[in-house]
């Protein structure tokens, strides 16, 4: 709208690129950028595409569904310093505003971001859901994410010539989730991680290595993440609860969690494990559960081996386990098969996968369901 | 995000215009296009804007009122190939994804499209509201719509040199209606169209023949559409039910429904015509209702007869008639007359529009109404 | 969709920009322009971020927040003509359509604005969130703001080289406020300003002397609005209601109000003030009420005066003082100390703020609460 500080206008030299965020259009000085990109996830799943969690998800039999499951706009680039980062997203079919914020990044040991952006506390969940290997997360994702908050985080990565090389992550967080405009308690959420780069590298938040890489590249982490509010688990909806803790008054749960994660890629191969703990305090009925649960996961360019098999197809597993309550027998597993087919990388991707929950219960016996997804997730 | 595709960017060598898809990106070698418009529909109505469809409609004299009836922004282009081509449209005013759909478009004869999109059923609905002869659909549109769905499409133009020139579509949907992300019922929606394009030429889904045809252009069409779920109709809204249908039980109505459909255009003027019949089957109680209606519909650009006219404005009438049960006596019509002045074909264009509406009931009597609307519909 | 037009295409001559609208494309001729621009406000609030307005507001203890306190998209430019203008504005993180107008500026003494914006009814609130010289409004804003209308409006600048130097605005609206698809009356809202632009410039909706005036810059102005509806208040929500006026029957509600305005900018001081009073007929209970209230406030950029002040650095204050209803004796007044930052004008600037507020009531006593702000808002 104002006008007055239009005299010092970036002028005429540009250019124009296709690349791995989309349209981008930058100044030739690089102190401005903009990349516009879309991306949109289309499901067909059968015999219906919830994660069934509870006994009760066994037995509803939702009908088969096409669907967009996700449309999304991505808008980033830099502005004033090349350092100096924006980035949104918004989900177009759901309104939600995922991510929004702000990175300055003049170094590579010490960075700062500001807004609302996925918590690197799990590796699963920090991996775009366009970068997966298979349809979606796995079980545990619901109960232990950290999901989106909005506060303030420093990161970096420290190194030197020899084997210590890591990257850390501290964050404060108003602990209330996505899209929240107040906090229910005077508390905030709290969060750290630790990476281990084994071999020198940092090999990011991705799935697959569609890189092929001709050198190991491996990490260990641990993350831990303290809160209170009147929350027990976080999601795209914002903060939400878990089954059994519909009760949400202003600071009743004291949430306590830990993650230790590793992940591996070489040569076509890659894997990636998560081991789960969270602690939920309930500071009015004074009563305190355990939850745990972890995942390991398989991926292969067959291709690599084998020089028939087609290049753009990896074959990836999964097994999860989840148990709600240390204290019960209760228990949750599933187990997926799926098949990626790469037309160009994460990019433009279709995806075939067959699951098997099965579900332990104390009293009410066992259950168990087969389901068949296939998706197309491209990105525009 | 991420960052190994790099190195296939596509640098530096871009087009941009304004065109009939608002402002345009483009790689010179035409692999990649996207395209931004923002359309604004601004309206005033008096006595009010609703169409009244029920004897209460009539009663309430609800405010005049100027209002933004649509704020779309529209992304489109194609990809990778010139072929892969997509599309999302999105309303501001109401935050609702609209369309958002790829198209795989190799070949004329055959055809593929994924995602949300109107389906192909009946013309005025298909019509772009921003390419309507009058302020808005006739009051058929609410009860037979199939408006837009989530699924997949198979389309084409069969064509020889003769007279034997066929477009046809055929589909699969969830059923559920726009923005749905569960099926309540293991249905899906099926749907098909053929359309005879009588004098070798496709006219497209557009009203007033602002080309000026030479040679006349026409078209018959026969549709028909499926479906079992706990909608009677569906809307930009998604899937809702007509008055006397408020239960919403999973699957509870089948729907079986067909359209003919005419259209023409030549030397400014232009016809079109729909007649629909649907049957509701209540699963539930079990009960079958027969609805049923047409339009009428024509415009002329008067200045090709009468030199002294003004060239951009244009004269349109419709009469429509609805029979919500053809077991009992109601019935409603509507008789409108329109006049829409050019200033730069459907993108920028003034309409003013009278309609008289008569519901003549079988207990409670004959009701009428006049309404008086006038809109500016600019695509920029 | 359609390709009819095509043929006008502009082509290939285009101009890049980043400016004071964000990044922006200009076709050659200047008949087209597109700018995009993405605005972030964050903000860190303790003990909470709401204003406290009535009592109970200064009860709770709400708890400490970090938040994306506002998350803007902007699109605007020119189509078909250069003094055709278009401009929307959407919230992300709230999914509201903002702004959505069409501009016609053909000569300065003659405007023509049509859609949904901020009537400039109040300088405060005309003044975009960005471009405030404290962290938000004043406590005067919810309760006298007409916010944003659909209508259409009149508006330009009267001036001849003498002292005769005014600015108008008359405006004709729905009055149902931002959103609203309906009247709930058949009576619309008329509003009207009138400016005098005392040393022959108009200074424009904006805080804080950036440009440094070397010259002084002043206004007066007399701003004044009726409407009949449902409503006692707006906000970017829509039409609400004050506290006290929960009753929303179509038409309750008839609303006469005025606000005298001052504003000056010279050597890096501003000064801007309104007094507001506002009538609330009650056609129901029949019962009228009048309130009213004022602020001061100030800024001044002390490098001006003290070298070794930091150029950045602007100190500004406020005065607000609300009374809900003259005839009773309750009375909230706030105290505003801020500290402006201006890494790039209000495109990118930090500010800190303390507040302190203070109730005075006739029958409960007084209460007051002291509140801390840090905000960074930045435009891209």
Do not use: C
């Not at 690349?19 to 996830?41: K, P, V």
């Not at 890629?265 to 009015?284: A, L, P």
């Not at 209760?330 to 997926?336: A, Q, V």
Request: avoid cysteine; charged fraction near 25%; proline fraction near 2%.
């Amino acid at each position: 709208q104002t006008n007055e500080e239009n005299s010092e206008d970036v002028l005429q030299d540009w250019q124009f690129q296709y690349g791995a965020n989309g349209f981008e259009f930058r100044s030739r000085d690089n102190q401005y950028s903009l990349q516009i990109q879309s991306r949109l996830q289309f499901r067909f799943a059968t015999p219906g595409d919830n994660d069934p969690l509870s006994f009760n998800d066994f037995s509803e039999n939702s009908g088969n569904v096409f669907k967009i499951n996700r449309s999304r706009i991505k808008v980033g680039g830099h502005a004033y310093k090349p350092w100096l980062k924006y980035y949104w997203e918004y989900d177009l079919g759901q309104s939600n505003l995922l991510d929004y914020r702000l990175m300055i990044e003049p170094w590579e040991f010490l960075n700062f971001k500001i807004g609302q952006f996925k918590v690197e506390y799990s590796r699963e969940r920090r991996i775009s859901s366009g970068a997966q290997q298979t349809v979606d997360r796995s079980i545990l994702n619901k109960a232990f994410t950290v999901d989106r908050q909005q506060g303030i985080e420093l990161y970096g990565r420290l190194r030197r010539s020899g084997s210590l090389d890591f990257n850390y992550w501290l964050g404060v967080f108003t602990g209330a989730g996505r899209g929240a405009t107040e906090n229910d308690s005077k508390d905030l959420m709290y969060f750290g991680r630790l990476q281990w780069n084994i071999f020198g590298e940092n090999i990011g938040f991705r799935s697959s290595d569609l890189s092929i890489h001709k050198k190991p590249g491996a990490i260990i982490a641990v993350a831990g993440s303290t809160n209170r509010s009147q929350h027990t688990r976080f999601s795209s909806s914002g903060g939400g609860f878990l089954e059994g803790y519909e009760g949400q008054n202003p600071g009743q749960y004291h949430l306590k969690q830990a993650n230790i994660e590793t992940a591996l890629v070489y040569q076509g191969f890659s894997w990636q494990s998560e081991i789960h703990w969270k602690k939920i305090e309930d500071r009015i009925n004074l009563r305190e559960t355990n939850l745990s649960g972890y995942y390991l996961q398989a991926g292969y360019l067959v291709h690599q081996t084998f020089s028939w098999w087609p290049k753009p197809l990896e074959i990836a597993a999964r097994y999860a386990n989840y148990t709600p309550n240390t204290q019960a027998e209760s228990n949750l597993d599933e187990m997926t098969l799926a098949f990626n087919w790469f037309f160009k990388g994460h990019r433009n991707k279709l995806t075939m996968e067959i699951s098997e929950f099965d579900l332990i219960t104390e009293d009410l016996g066992t259950k168990d369901e087969l389901r068949f997804r296939i998706q197309w997730d491209i990105s525009i």
